[in-house]
């Protein structure tokens, strides 16, 4: 009997292992067959030319076609092949569409997005676009989904998800830019209706102080210094509650930003001026941008730029066409408000300077996967859908540049051919994207600073706080006109910079307004470093780039050797003290010293304003912290200074009390979180975790899809942002016309596919800041596109 059970037991293990083989060859074949055709001759309809999709060793697309429409459908047949699941996260994430895909998991993200209506609007807009624009998004969309046809299978994703495809439409174009303003400003008033609740509830003086108007981190390209407000008589406002709360585990460089900045012919080895670009978002595998090069022929003249693409565009986001290249940064300009309603007695009508108007109800079906669709009703205004309520309930309307034409268009294309500053000026007024810095540099030497994206008129009011239009004394009057738009071209020092802070004051600055600026800490340190040079190589503005040094935190150190440790009792004081006096004075892989001092901050910020968050909240939870804490900072710092007696927070009887507590959590977090805290680094805590959207879902494919987990230099507040999943998405340095020098970095990598063979390549380059090219290597490989009926 137990032979025989041995001889059963035997044959069931084979069987399981042939059937466990099976199941992973079948899987691998499909993962196999979901691989992009890189060779070969691919037939394809509606191009009038053939035309041809190369790639070298990264996997960089060189695209070259005979005209423009033969080029977008060119890219969309390789953004298509490659990119296909992130463009449909695109999509789907500014329609409210995500449920469909991920089930009921995504039905409250979905029905907030809804009350934008993107999809109305990008059907509606496609409509109403240019001939030639039309035509641009019709073969882009066209190449799009002949790329997803050509796969052998459908990309991986689908299979874990259990979902069908759905084909490419050419309203998913404006979609695509649509969730690009999702990520880039505030789509439901936050800060507006955080910054009215603290001017409404709080003493003029207490608020003054926290909400200031400039700082000694201020950098503005045109040098209007503002100055800190003084430290108010007011103490804090008292509330019922005592939690204690984390309000925000990190700082303010968080946020979505870029850096760029450029300077002149006068200070490079060339005639040619010089620009810089590192855009800051979250990074995932794949990365949000493509690289590529396009080549095409239009009236006897031959075009090539070379920069990245956004999957589900047509168009060369940032980059150089030889004669200028450009870049951008996110503007945190003015560009949505927050409107108060006045209701008739019946509440079913509101007041316009015309008088009383009906709300527009509407109603939004919402694809639930595996479950019944679910209906969303909301109302909208003839300002702008219904979204919420202020502290006392009166209902709030939301304008927003995004929800009108001006605000989504293909006129960025414009930069494909542009040849000067200038004519870079002209494209930008006309450009629908959300509101940029725009940087550029070209060929002939100059240099120049815009806003690029529609800028509306405000008139009669503050645009940061929220409005109330029923009477007609305040409100929109339209849009600026390109000769309105602030700018400024070749600035005497030669040189321009900006880095989400506010870049310039005056008129200027009043038709761009607040939307929540970074502290002017990255633009400091990016112009100090421009300063301190008189001739520029591409190498040298690749240093500023990664410049890691930490001057923000610098008066921290201090505060922390010459303040808290003196008088704290904490067991651990010397090895503290020994480890910020071995600081590096930089966000280093190897520093401890900087750690601390990091973490210390946040937790004094948290403890200093847990009386002004509780005191908000018990106004209106709607409060968010988040939305305002930028221009925090400021007052944060003259308070841990001057450590006035009358504003020690209330959880706390003296300034050193709450700084010793500080230290304490700082350090036992670490060690809940590490283990003893003595025995990290900066870069132990600061490591690279770029994944998959689908590998904390799935088990076992983050070790196919993720990049490897490795320390990074860099941090909030210095040109060298980087913080996990967080940071560039891409790095250039050029000066148009000399391309073969300029440098690019990109984190993961070009493919979308864990089995492409130039899967993660050139992740380590950025990584480590080694200097990279921009110009596409050795071609490996070419896939011929062919005219097919």
């Known amino acids: 009997m137990p032979v025989r059970s041995s001889s ?67 890219t969309g047949f390789a953004h298509g092949q490659e990119r296909f699941f992130q463009m449909d996260l695109l999509r789907r994430n ?59 299978a459908k990309p991986f994703e689908y299979y874990l998800l259990q979902s ?35 001017r409404d509830h709080l003493p003029d003086g207490l608020y003054a102080f926290l909400h200031p108007a400039g700082s000694e981190w201020d950098a503005p390209i045109d040098n209007s210094i503002r100055a800190p407000s003084a430290i108010p008589a007011e103490k804090w406002p008292q509330s019922h509650s005592q939690e204690l709360v984390q309000l925000d585990g990190e700082s303010e460089d968080r946020l979505v930003g870029s850096n760029n900045w450029a300077v002149s012919g006068e200070l490079t080895p060339y005639r040619s001026a010089m620009l810089a670009d590192d855009m800051h978002l979250g990074i995932r595998v794949p990365n949000i941008w493509y690289k590529a090069q396009f080549n095409w022929t239009e009236a006897d003249r031959t075009h090539q730029i070379t920069g990245v693409t956004l999957p589900g565009t047509p168009l ?52 639930v996967k595996g479950q019944p669709a679910v209906t969303h009703t909301f109302r909208e205004t003839i300002w702008g859908p219904v ?70 008129i405000r008139f009669g009011y503050d645009g940061r706080y929220i409005s109330d239009w029923s009477q007609g004394n305040q409100g929109w009057a339209g849009y600026r006109h390109a000769e309105d738009y ?92 020994q480890a910020l006096k071995d600081w590096s004075g930089h966000a280093a892989e190897d520093d401890l010293g900087y750690l601390l001092v990091r973490q210390f901050r946040l937790n004094v910020r948290d403890k200093v304003y847990q009386d002004l ?77 770029i994944r998959h959207p689908l590998s904390a879902f799935v088990p076992l494919l983050g070790k196919l899809t993720d990049m490897p987990a490795m320390p990074l230099a860099g941090d909030s507040f210095m040109p060298r942002v980087a913080r996990n999943a967080f940071g560039a998405s891409q790095r250039l340095v050029v000066a148009p016309g000399h391309e073969d020098k300029a440098i690019f970095h990109m984190p993961s990598s070009q493919a979308g596919h864990p089995l492409s063979p130039y899967f993660g390549v050139g992740h380590e380059g950025w990584r480590t800041g080694q200097a990279t090219g921009m110009l596409p290597g050795d071609i490996q490989y070419r896939l011929t596109l062919v005219p097919s009926n």
Not at 10 to 39: E, I, W
Not at 410 to 417: C, D, F, K, S, V
Not at 502 to 526: E, T
């Open 8 to 74: 059963l037991f035997k044959k069931l293990f084979l069987f399981l292992l042939v059937l466990l083989t099976g199941l992973c060859v079948a899987a691998y074949g499909l993962l196999r067959a979901s691989l992009p055709s890189l060779d070969g001759e691919q037939p394809m309809k509606g191009l009038t030319q053939t035309a041809t999709l190369e790639r070298d060793a990264g996997g960089m697309a060189v695209l070259s076609a005979g005209n423009r429409l033969d080029l977008a459908r060119a």
């Open 164 to 198: 069908e495809l759905v084909s490419w439409q050419p309203a998913d174009t404006l979609l695509t830019l649509y969730s690009m303003y999702l990520d880039l400003q505030d789509d439901d008033g936050s800060r507006d209706f955080s910054l009215t609740l603290m």
């Open 387 to 456: 979204i919420g309520e202020d502290a006392e309930g009166n209902l709030l309307a939301y304008r927003w540049v995004a929800h009108d034409p001006e605000g989504a268009n293909m006129n960025l294309i414009g930069m494909e051919q542009a040849r000067t500053v200038e004519d870079g000026f002209a494209v930008g007024a006309r450009a629908g994207i959300p509101a940029q810095n725009l940087v550029m540099a070209d060929s002939q030497g100059n240099i120049g600073w815009t806003v690029a994206g529609a800028m509306p």
């Open 613 to 689: 968050n509780r005191a908000m909240l018990e106004q209106s939870d709607r409060f968010d912290f988040n939305s305002v804490r930028n221009q925090l900072e400021v007052p944060l710092w003259q308070l841990v200074s001057a450590r006035p007696a009358h504003l020690v927070p209330s959880d706390f009887n003296s300034w050193q009390e709450l700084f010793n507590m500080a230290l304490t959590d700082t350090l036992a977090g670490l060690d809940e979180d590490y283990g003893d805290w003595r025995q990290l680094n900066w870069g132990q805590f600061n490591q690279v975790e």
């Open 316 to 367: 060369m986001v940032v980059g150089s066409n030889g004669h200028l290249a450009w870049g951008f940064t996110n503007s945190y300009g003015d560009w949505s408000d927050l409107i108060r309603l006045q209701l008739d007695e019946t509440g079913e009508k509101y007041l316009t300077p015309e008088g009383y108007l009906s709300f527009q109800p509407v109603n939004e079906t919402i694809r």
């Open 486 to 577: 602030p700018r400024l071209l070749n600035p005497e020092q030669h040189r321009l910079w900006t880095a989400n802070s506010r870049v310039v004051g005056g008129s200027m600055y009043d038709k761009i307004g607040d939307g929540g600026y970074a502290l002017g800490a990255r633009s400091r340190q990016i112009r100090d470093d421009l300063f301190a040079k008189e001739r520029f190589s591409e190498q040298d503005l690749l240093a500023i780039q990664l410049d890691d040094e930490a001057v923000f935190l610098s008066p921290w150190r201090e505060l922390l050797l010459n303040v808290v440790v003196p008088g704290s009792q904490h067991p651990q004081l010397d090895d503290i003290r």
């Open 94 to 152: 500014s329609a409210g569409e995500l449920s469909a895909l991920f089930g009921e998991a995504a039905l409250d993200y979905d029905r907030k997005i809804r009350l934008h209506r993107f999809r109305h609007r990008a059907e509606q807009l496609i409509e109403n676009l240019s001939a030639d624009h039309r035509q641009l998004i019709l073969a882009y969309t066209e190449g799009v989904n002949q790329g997803l046809a050509s796969l052998s």
